[in-house]
């Protein structure tokens, strides 16, 4: 697949006179950095990397691969966790980062246009000084994009009461394969036609690529508290994220660790988490001041009665945040505990916390791998960590069949395969599990319909029939490959 | 008492219809509780009627998730949520319509499947998400004859394209659907009705101040120089709310009466959401909906084309959404109101008193238009699915 010198020469040629020398990259130093996402397991050099800055220039690009048929993986700021910007060893990298500017804010409708390149948490500081901000907040929030954000429909801890990417956006703007400037959605609460803004969140830039989006922004909470909650039984914590559902509450965020998690955080941020506990629940309200008052009693009460052994209620800006920073640096806490860790992230109905938490334990001493829990129980969002080692010889096959066993325990308890993360690279094996021939059918009908060449991130997020059907058959051989050296697509 | 819905799945028997209609190349219109007929253009098909398609498929009140098949009535969804104290976030619209036997009585028979096709969405829209906000997961036939499913019943969830959101507000070109997961709110324990005298221009602007304050609005209209807010919370937090309003008026609209209560005003929020209000009753006009980014100003160029046609002076506007959705009874011509709501930034589609040749919808950038041609191509390959009804040759 990779491209023949001769394409490849008048490609360059063209890319030159689009953009300046310093924005092409051909060099191996130059490409190294782009050789992987946030998912490093996995890396491969493109053929170029080029960085435009102007909607005109991506639509050149756009047209000069379309042209010679040379495949495009856009990036933001690579810091995805399923490999969705795993570069493609034919094709190019179109980086968006430096699309970098907050074009405008509007305080009157509560929304800013901004560019796909622009930070996510950038958006929250820049509406700030205006008592608005940007809800959705991934936890990679300080480096990732919004560009990238969008592609993904990425989540972060208030999911449950704020939506996703998908529900804090209202207009986007793609170049599509063909260079054409599209305008999705609208300045207003819905759009004639079908609904392809949508369509295109989470589209893992398969459809287009996105060139200005404009988010919707709300205004910051006058107060905010949160409650940590520990127990004895994680079934009981299960139970309690359940409880405080069915009294009507809705949290702004809702977090679970099981014993492992809490260890590792506590020795990296020292967040004052109770060491005895099974599971810590740890529960963020927030709006109005009589509004949190009232919300505040009725989870505490929901809490104790939810056989919770500790409760503690951080009232202070300072003691909040030190609640979160144990949360917040558990995936770094976690990475002191084992060389390598491997982030999985299928999402499960509420009610099934306890038995997935308890089937995974076992799955972890069947692999012979650790791991840790945490998760965004309020919307089911598991984030189990497996601790690995790469550097010894199988761990990392290893850990990608607890992995795989992982999200096909998520998909037969009625859940997903993954929550915010997307497929990407990593998990388009497992693709074939949640989805039908029909269902991948219609996907790919969807793709043609935007991408008839397959030029636009082409072999991520939707597999192929063929390599499901070749799977479904491997999976007799206890999931080991069967001549690994043939080439699967 | 329980609610009873019917638990009666005829995907089979669709499937075969759909099947049939794929080798028979004769193109299908789809229908629910027939409450919507006036929404889009008309075209002619075979009926494929999903009104006995009932039943819950799963609800757990805890996941705040239910899984309803196309057919089930909204009247009925909702009775058996209210049982469990919760609601659909986006308050979708019954419209019920008049029975076909001469009497005045009206029948409410809009389903769950219509709502979502329609993509229409109620008074608490802006307050709490739209139909699309809130969907998680459908079941559909697809232009196969195929029955796949998307999405699921989690809050979250990333794997293949959003089909589930592009279901709504299809109109029904793209797929039948069967069912539906939808996210469900907790509902709240009391609403409290609020109104007060206001100007166009003073409304708007108090809206405006109302998009910052973190008061638990859940519908707003303004309607004949009125401001009529809905608030729903504990008695206790609709006390201090109230207080809180009046402070905000007193304090920044100095020249408005403080905001009083309303007793039975539950009808008029069902009325307001259905359309049985006077504002959309009368027949003598076209009444036009009009999306539009929620802090424009008043239409005075829309007033002023009224004003033209206008015989004796009556409200000519309805207002909801703090500003967003604006309702408009006006005789001026389509391209008129279509080019002053595309000045504002907005859209205008056209609801009651259309002729034959009207279309619901605006037109489309040639360019955005092609994508939508393909996209519907590659999604109804035999165009089966309600030829025309959102836009002709789609």
């Known amino acids: 697949m990779h491209l023949d010198s001769n394409t490849k020469n008048r490609l360059l040629d063209q890319l030159h006179q689009i953009v300046s020398s310093d924005y092409l990259l051909t060099t191996k130093e130059d490409l190294t950095p782009y050789e992987c996402d946030g998912l490093s397991a996995y890396q491969r050099l493109p053929v170029a990397v080029i960085l435009p800055d102007t909607i005109e220039q991506v639509q050149k690009i756009v047209q000069a691969c379309s042209q010679l048929k040379v495949p495009i993986v856009a990036r933001g700021a690579g810091t995805g966790l399923s490999g969705g910007a795993l570069p493609h060893e034919g094709g190019i990298i179109l980086g968006l980062s430096r699309f970098n500017k907050i074009i405008s804010i509007d305080t009157d409708n509560l929304t800013a246009v901004v560019q796909p390149g622009v930070r996510n948490l950038a958006i929250t500081e820049a509406a700030r000084p205006f008592g608005l901000y940007y809800a959705p907040d991934p936890s990679s929030q300080i480096a990732c994009s919004i ?343 | 008492m329980q609610t009873q819905i019917k638990d009666n799945d005829i995907s089979e028997s669709l499937q075969k219809q759909v099947k049939n209609a794929i080798s028979a190349k004769k193109p299908l219109c789809i229908q629910g509780g027939k409450s919507k007929l006036f929404f889009g253009n008309r075209f002619s098909a075979q009926l494929l009627d999903l009104s006995q398609h009932t039943g819950i498929v799963s609800y757990e009140p805890t996941e705040l998730c239910i899984t309803v098949r196309a057919g089930t009535k909204l009247s009925e969804l909702e009775a058996l949520l209210a049982e469990h104290n919760q609601i659909l976030p986006f308050e979708p619209p019954h419209y019920p319509h008049p029975l076909e036997d001469g009497s005045n ?67 029904g070109t793209l797929g039948i659907i069967l069912s539906v997961s939808i996210k469900l709110l907790p509902k709240p324990a009391n609403d409290l009705t609020l109104s007060f005298s206001a100007s166009q221009d003073t409304a708007l602007l108090f809206f405006q101040a109302l998009r910052v304050q973190q008061l638990p609005v859940t519908a707003s209209v303004w309607y004949d120089d009125k401001v009529s807010l809905r608030l729903s919370a504990s008695e206790l937090i609709l006390k201090t709310s109230h207080k809180r309003l009046n402070t905000l008026l007193a304090e920044k609209f100095p020249l408005l009466k403080p905001a009083e209560k309303e007793v039975n005003s539950s009808l008029f929020w069902q009325d307001i959401r259905d359309h049985t209000h006077p504002f959309f009753t009368q027949t003598d006009k076209p009444v036009w909906r009009l999306s539009l980014p929620p802090a424009t100003k008043s239409m005075t160029q829309i007033d002023d084309a009224l004003a033209q046609t206008q015989d004796k002076p009556e409200p000519s506007q309805l207002i909801e959404w703090g500003g967003a959705q604006r309702w408009i009874r006006s005789r001026s011509p389509a391209n008129i109101i279509h080019s002053i709501a595309q000045s504002h930034g907005g859209y205008a589609s056209f609801f009651y008193q259309k002729r034959e040749e009207d279309q619901t919808f605006p037109e489309l950038a040639p360019e955005l238009f092609k994508i939508h041609q393909q996209l519907k191509n590659k999604m109804d390959p035999h165009g089966i699915f309600n030829p025309n009804k959102m836009y002709k040759g789609l």
């Open chain 2, 105 to 171: 009585s009206t029948a409410d028979t809009a389903t769950i499947g219509g709502a979502i096709a329609t993509g229409i969405s109620g008074p608490r829209r802006a307050y709490t998400g739209s139909a699309r906000d809130a969907i998680l997961g459908v079941e559909i036939i697809n232009g196969d004859g195929d029955i796949v499913s998307f999405g699921g019943q989690v809050m979250k969830n990333v794997a293949g394209y959003d089909l589930s959101r592009l279901m709504v507000r299809s109109q």
């Open chain 1, 147 to 489: 560009g990238g954000n969008v592609a993904e429909n990425a989540g972060g801890v208030h999911c449950l009461k704020y939506g996703l990417t998908v529900q804090n956006i209202q207009q986007i703007k793609i170049v599509t394969i063909d260079g054409t400037v599209l305008t999705l959605g609208s300045e207003t609460f819905d759009t004639p036609g079908y609904d392809l803004l949508a369509l295109m969140t989470g589209s893992e830039g398969m459809l287009g690529i996105i060139v200005e989006i404009v988010v919707k922004l709300l205004p910051k909470p006058h107060a905010v508290k949160v409650l940590m909650a520990s127990f004895d039984k994680v079934e009981d914590a299960g139970n309690a994220v359940a409880e405080i559902i069915a009294q009507g509450v809705i949290p702004a965020g809702l977090e679970m660790m099981d014993k492992p998690a809490i260890h590792a955080a506590e020795a990296f941020a020292k967040a004052n988490y109770p060491l005895d506990a099974a599971a810590i629940l740890l529960c963020e309200l927030d709006g109005d001041t009589d509004q949190l008052q009232e919300q505040v009693l009725v989870v505490e009460e929901t809490l104790r009665n939810a056989k919770a052994s500790k409760i503690v209620i951080a009232t202070s800006a300072e003691d909040q945040a030190k609640l979160w920073a144990g949360r917040k640096s558990a995936f770094p806490a976690v990475g002191r505990l084992s060389p390598d860790y491997y982030c999985m992230d299928g999402t499960i109905p509420r009610k099934q916390i306890a038995y997935v938490l308890q089937k995974i334990s076992e799955l972890s001493d069947q692999h012979g791998l650790r791991v840790a829990n945490v998760f965004h129980a309020g919307d089911g969002n598991l984030h189990p960590l497996i601790l690995y080692d790469a550097n010894e010889d199988g761990e990392l096959k290893t850990a990608e069949r607890f992995g795989a066993d992982i999200l096909e325990l998520c998909v037969n308890v009625g859940g997903t395969i993954t929550g915010e993360h997307g497929v990407g690279h990593e998990k388009i094996d497992q693709m074939c599990v949640q989805f039908s021939d029909a269902e991948l059918t219609q996907f790919f009908a969807v793709k043609s319909a935007f991408d008839p060449d397959s030029l636009l991130n082409p072999g991520k997020a939707i597999p192929t029939l063929h390599r499901c059907a070749e799977l479904g058959a491997m999976h007799v051989h206890n999931g080991e490959l069967p001549h690994p050296e043939i080439p699967r697509f």
